[in-house]
């Protein structure tokens, strides 16, 4: 609570400075990221120049396919991608008024876990099977508050309910394997906002999980949001979930973010050619209707990878200005931005024959 | 399974089939996990029959068994109408050929150590079909056939991409001239852009060489796309089955309609509570008595729990195994109302295909 007053007040004081005050300043402002990876060529960064922000209590998206920079993005910004062979190369990242990327170890580890908290795709691979999980859990509140282990427990034990999990005194002194897939995410969950975090980085939570307990998850995860105030950032490849969770959605493409807005216009009004090849490939609910649209090709290697745009050898628009002058992510209309030369395609690619 | 399609002749039935892992010799340990407890169906000749589950529901282990690619505990498997449990080794080679399988991880089924020219050329090899010269011609038609290069052939497994492994285990699949494809999962380890290119080419394929596919998959929208008919199981039983069309307009079993309501529907706007299943599947090794779903059921009744529900006919030739289907089927839960795309979308999606066109007319083809 006492958090909450003084980043409520922080955030007053930092708006008022600001140019259009009815804006709320957001809780995380990314700009111009850019991470490169030893042995790749010198002038290629894995991510590339991703901006995006998050406002408090909101939820972005990170959309991309295997390999886009999205989960490094994510590893960047909690300070857990190891340097070497990781670097980065510019960018701010500001959070609470201070620029992530410019902080020490130490620094970084205070937040982490609790100011800013991660979940991951796979639950048992991220709990330590030798612990239980009610020592897991208090083994953070122990390390960022000034607490007892007993309260801790206390405190994981309420995070155990909270998190809807079924006999949680008993599940407290359980070993991660003696829970499914499904209760080792809940577990990850309380784990990640046990201290309550204004932002919580989910990457891939639900991928590794059922339908009907994907469902589970997701609802979990909203309420548990609408109770606590936290901003997410879901990273995730199903436009389903996108649909679901989002408010806000940065589609990245090899490292850049391609385009980028609210989520029901990306959804209803995409602008980018990879955004509307991606919408066209993913099968529809409803009843068939013809063959899929699909993406030619598939990803360069970092080796080949276009001067311009990088999606230039795949996009069926595209001609010898997008591969070799990079577009910048232009504003569509307010808010909405796509990184391409020739968006909006019907005025620009439209009537061509 | 034919009396809704009666002119259609059965190519590949399973009668009532069952398969229990453990509970076998003295070190194994005695708790039996009934994988497949009991399943009959008949897949039509020429259709996209999908099987669909949740983990751990049997489906695999479905699959496998309709190959005899493991042996069943109970039941029979008839291909052609001839029992293919009872034949001998060179029989069962012959049969090999005309019944395939394309695994899920395309890493893991390519053996590394192989050049991609030997691994699709081994069937053929095997089955004495082609040698020489005429035989790396077929692997190069085969090649083609699946949308890679003829110098791929040269190459080896770890140096494709896993939509591309994917394709040249389709190609392997193909070599030896199968009717009879069953896919476990061929698309779920792909991106999407990569797993609409491959959906398209296996209907492709099928078209061209007048397969019979059956899809082993957790994907409903890849389900939906893809197949003419579906069987949802759960926990080792087929709970529904049914045409798809008719399953996702109106799905009939409490199962069915919590897996359809619990998918993400692709439109931000369609954003509404859900009603969701509790709790977690049980494990196959001890099945809840009665109806394997009653656990989890919002329907249960005392009856369910007593009483294992037949798999019964409806009047229009659908297969349900619920007490209570006639009531619960108008409860309206689950049945699934995709929004239409938006119409910015359907108009860019146009050009997109348009242009995507004319690109395939300018460059060499690629599916």
């Known amino acids: 609570m006492a958090h909450e007053a003084t980043l409520q007040h922080a955030r007053e004081v930092g708006g008022s400075g600001q140019l259009s005050p009815s804006v709320e300043k957001p809780l995380l402002n990314v700009q111009g990221l850019s991470i490169r990876f030893d042995g790749t060529p010198k002038d290629i960064n894995l991510v590339d120049d991703v901006s995006f922000s998050v406002g408090k209590g909101k939820t972005l998206c990170l959309v991309g396919e295997s390999g886009c920079g999205k989960s490094v993005t994510a590893l960047a910004l909690m300070g857990l991608l190891p340097t070497p062979p990781a670097r980065i190369v510019s960018g701010t990242a500001e959070f609470e008024g201070q620029d992530l990327l410019q902080l020490g170890e130490r620094e970084r580890a205070d937040l982490r876990g609790d100011r800013m908290a991660m979940i991951f795709q796979e639950p048992m691979t991220s709990l330590n099977p030798a612990f239980t999980i009610g020592d897991q859990i208090a083994e953070g509140i122990v390390r960022h508050r000034k607490v007892s282990k007993a309260e801790a427990m206390e405190r994981a034990l309420e995070m155990l309910r909270k998190v809807r999990i079924p006999a949680p005194e008993k599940r407290l002194r359980a070993y991660p394997h003696e829970m499914s897939g499904g209760m080792r995410q809940r577990v990850m969950i309380a784990m990640a906002l046990a201290n309550d975090p204004q932002l919580l980085i989910a990457d891939e939570p639900t991928t590794a999980l059922d339908v009907t307990i994907q469902a589970q998850i997701l609802t979990l995860v909203k309420r548990l949001q609408e109770e606590t105030g936290t901003a997410m950032i879901m990273i995730t490849h199903d436009l389903g979930v996108v649909a679901e969770v989002a408010d806000e959605v940065a589609v990245m493409y090899a490292g850049r973010v391609v385009e980028t807005g609210p989520v029901e216009a990306i959804f209803e009004d995409p602008q980018h050619p990879y955004t509307i090849g991606l919408m066209g490939s993913v099968p529809s609910l409803g009843r068939r209707e013809g063959r899929l649209a699909t993406i030619r090709g598939t990803v360069p290697p970092v080796e080949l990878m276009p001067k311009g745009c990088r999606f230039t050898p795949r996009c069926p628009f595209s001609d010898a200005k997008c591969a070799n002058e990079p577009p910048p992510l232009g504003e569509i209309r307010p808010g909405h931005r796509a990184r391409c030369w020739y968006a909006p395609l019907e005025e620009k690619r439209g009537a061509a024959a | ?367």
Not at chain 2, 204 to 231: N, P
């Open chain 2, 1 to 367: 399974m034919s009396a809704n399609t009666p002119s259609n002749d059965t190519i590949l039935e399973g009668v009532g089939l069952v398969k229990h892992f453990g509970g076998g010799g003295l070190l194994s340990s005695s708790t039996v996990v009934r994988a497949v407890d009991g399943v009959s169906l008949a897949v039509q000749s020429g259709e996209t029959f999908a099987i669909v589950g949740e983990s751990g529901c049997g489906k695999s282990t479905l699959g496998r068994l309709l190959l005899r690619l493991i042996e069943p505990t109970d039941g029979d498997v008839l291909y052609k109408g001839r029992s293919i449990l009872g034949l001998n080794q060179r029989e069962l080679r012959q049969l090999r050929r005309e019944l395939q399988i394309i695994f899920q991880d395309p890493f893991a089924s390519l053996n590394p150590r192989m050049s991609v020219g030997d691994i699709v050329a081994e069937p053929i090899w095997l089955h004495g079909l082609a040698k020489g010269s005429e035989k790396r011609e077929r692997v190069t038609e085969l090649l083609r056939t699946v949308g890679l290069l003829p110098a791929h052939a040269d190459r080896y497994p770890h140096e494709f991409s896993g939509g591309q492994r994917q394709r040249i285990g389709i190609a392997r699949a193909l070599a030896g001239d199968p009717k009879l494809i069953i896919g476990d999962e061929p698309v779920s380890a792909l991106d999407v852009s990569i797993q609409a290119q491959i959906i398209n080419l296996l209907e492709d394929l099928k078209d061209r060489f007048g397969l019979t596919l059956v899809i082993v998959a957790h994907d409903l929208a890849v389900i939906r796309h893809m197949s003419d008919r579906v069987a949802v199981m759960y926990l080792g039983e087929i709970v529904e089955l049914s045409e798809t069309d008719a399953l996702f307009d109106n799905p009939l079993h409490p199962y069915t309609q919590a897996l359809l309501a619990a998918i993400p529907v692709p439109s931000p706007a369609r954003r509404q509570p859900k009603a969701l299943l509790q709790g977690d599947i049980p494990s196959p090794a001890a099945p809840p008595s009665g109806c394997r779903f009653h656990t989890r059921c919002p329907h249960a009744r005392p009856v369910c729990r007593d009483q294992h529900p037949a798999l019964e006919t409806t009047p229009d030739g659908r297969k349900v195994a619920c007490h209570f289907w006639r009531e619960i089927q108008g409860a309206g839960a689950g049945s699934i109302t995709a929004p239409p795309p938006s119409p910015a979308l359907s108009k860019r999606l146009a050009l997109y295909r348009t242009w995507r066109e004319r690109q395939d007319t300018a460059v060499a083809p690629s599916p």
